[in-house]
């Protein structure tokens, strides 16, 4: 029998890097609402998850979400304390890594050990994966160094841990709607073909997973999008039904807003066909949404139709790619933006007409500028008096990529005249190939965190 009561979610964190302090408004909110709840971390993306693999090849401890800890001492003791249940990827290259963290600060903060689940699954880069890959991806990485390979998995593995009574649930690279759906199938028990169902909280996951995209941040815009109280956004929160309908809000006295056009712009958001929103769980159709504002800062939404879940699991695949290296200078005053031309042209042609060199003019032309130079090139000399140029090169040989950064340097004393404020930075680059695994391939499961070596 489908549970009829409520179901709020609430979202924490929307990226790697996010606001330390949105969780507490939130969560305080969902204390104070009472019921069933849940608070959701999203902290994953391709990049974010390569460079944790990197990290974990250094420090086989580390490989979890730098900013975890931050992210939970404001208000571990208060989703303890309310039965609110925690679920993020903030595990990113190490789940296990980032359990015994949260139990590492649970243990300072005087908690009772929470039960902690590590979902596994997702993790498929051991030699093996090569074979089950087609042949045009196994070709193109034939001669790569391998960073990291993950699979897209779904909720299941959260929905069972909640089931048996995790308090907190550490995943690596799920979907980011599942944070959201698992919950909403742990505590309904929809049947898992229960598509219509399964597509709504998807979408409910989908509208959340950007923290406070949906609560006015990205939306805004000054003089035509204005969104009060910027500095003090409050995240969203999700409040499920049992038929699949769900509402989106926020915690009252936050800044921010909710309305039908923010949560038009997230619905949209990285939506390739409205009709067939791919996830490990469903394909969801938003073409027949209707969206209804029933208070301040409060939209309904239903009508969300779903299908059968994808046969194939997307999984991105990560290699060493060679370094970028960047440099940048600042030029002002007369004839500033002439200065900082000539400034690139003297490095281009010290560096060779054959290297492929980006030349931007922050504040003349940078955003759509080419790799190669030509569209700067073609644009007409301005008299900009304020301009930072900013040469970039993509490369595997190391010493090239260095050779930008000196030649940069040495164009304080060898000209161009005035120019000043140097900064030159290096770093590895990651390459990224996406495949297609066949699902019955993924196994999915969780482990109790003091199972985790065993």
């Known amino acids: ?91 990113a290259a190490n789940p296990t890594g980032a359990a015994r963290c ?19 699954g997702d993790d498929v880069s051991a ?71 399964l597509a709504s909280a998807t979408m409910a996951g989908h509208l959340l997973e950007c923290g406070a995209q949906v609560t006015g941040g990205y939306y805004a815009d000054p003089g035509i999008k204005d969104v009060p109280g910027l500095a003090q956004l409050g995240y969203p929160i999700a409040i499920l039904l049992a038929d699949g309908s769900f509402q989106v809000t926020k915690p009252r006295n936050t800044g921010g807003l909710i309305d039908i056009h923010t949560v038009t712009e997230q619905l949209l958001y990285e939506l390739h066909d409205p009709c067939a929103y791919l996830t490990p769980d469903v394909v969801a159709d938003i073409t027949h949404v209707s969206l209804e504002q029933v208070a301040d800062d409060v939209v309904r939404v239903s009508g969300v139709k779903g299908h059968p879940r ?3 699991l997307k999984a991105n695949i990560c290699f060493a790619s060679g370094w970028l290296a960047e440099a940048e200078i600042s030029y002002a005053g007369v004839r500033a933006e002439a200065r900082a031309r000539l400034a690139a042209a003297i490095v281009r042609e010290r560096m060779g007409h054959d290297t492929v060199l980006r030349c931007d003019l922050i504040g003349v032309s940078s955003i759509l500028a080419d790799d190669r130079g030509h569209w700067l090139a073609s644009l007409p000399a301005g008299e900009a008096q304020d301009v930072r140029l900013r040469l ?39 390459g990224t190939i996406s495949a297609l695994l066949p699902r019955t391939h993924i196994q999915t499961r969780y482990v109790w965190l003091e199972n985790a070596d065993a």
């Open 102 to 120: 949260i139990q590492r600060l649970a243990h300072s903060l005087g908690l009772a050990p929470p039960r902690i689940a590590v979902i596994h």
């Open 392 to 430: 970039s090169l993509r490369t595997e040989d190391r010493a090239l990529a260095n050779r930008l950064l000196q030649e940069v340097t040495a164009l304080y004393t060898c000209g161009p005249a005035g120019g000043g404020g140097v900064r030159t930075h290096m770093r590895p680059t990651l």
């Open 310 to 312: 994808p046969e194939q």
């Open 127 to 197: 030699p093996e994966w090569r074979a089950r890959l087609d042949e045009a991806t196994a070709g193109a990485l034939h001669d790569k160094t391998v960073i990291s390979a993950n699979v897209y998995i779904g909720a299941t593995g959260i929905a069972q841990a909640l089931q048996d009574g995790a308090d907190i649930v550490v995943a690596g690279r799920v979907a980011d709607p599942s944070l959201v759906l698992g919950p909403a199938i742990a505590h309904f028990g929809w049947d898992m073909e229960d598509w219509d169902r």
């Open 1 to 91: 029998m489908t549970r009829q009561e409520p179901l709020y979610v609430g979202c924490g964190a929307g990226f790697s890097g996010d606001r330390v302090d949105a969780a507490v408004a939130v969560a305080a909110e969902l204390a104070q609402r009472g019921g069933p709840s849940c608070l959701i971390f999203e902290t994953l993306a391709e990049r974010t998850l390569a460079l944790a693999q990197l990290q974990r090849q250094t420090n086989p401890e580390g490989g979890y979400e730098p900013l975890l800890e931050a992210f939970l001492r404001p208000v571990l003791a208060t989703c303890l304390a309310n039965k609110i249940r925690i679920v993020g990827n903030f595990g």
